[in-house]
């Protein structure tokens, strides 16, 4: 449960300075959105390799993990 909340910390995190960023570079006129409108596939491609590499990890994690019958031999 703690792992959890401190993923979801850095998620909002990455997403405040990702806003920040934009915001100040549309303060800059710099033209963001329309880059952002072109690409904005390749954000769903990394969200969803950041899920299946953190749905790997986890399943890695408890395949790892010695349960009641693992790592007692008699």
Do not use: C, T, Y
Request: proline share 4%; aromatic share 10%.
């Amino acid at each position: 449960m703690a792992n959890s909340k401190k993923g979801n910390s850095l998620v909002w995190g990455i997403i405040l300075i990702i806003i920040g960023g934009i915001i100040l570079l549309e303060q800059l006129n710099v033209d963001v959105f329309d880059h952002v409108w072109r690409f904005w596939p390749v954000i769903l491609i990394i969200w969803g390799a950041n899920k299946l590499w953190l749905g790997l990890k986890e399943r890695n994690e408890r395949s790892e993990a010695p349960g009641p019958d693992k790592g007692h031999e008699i």
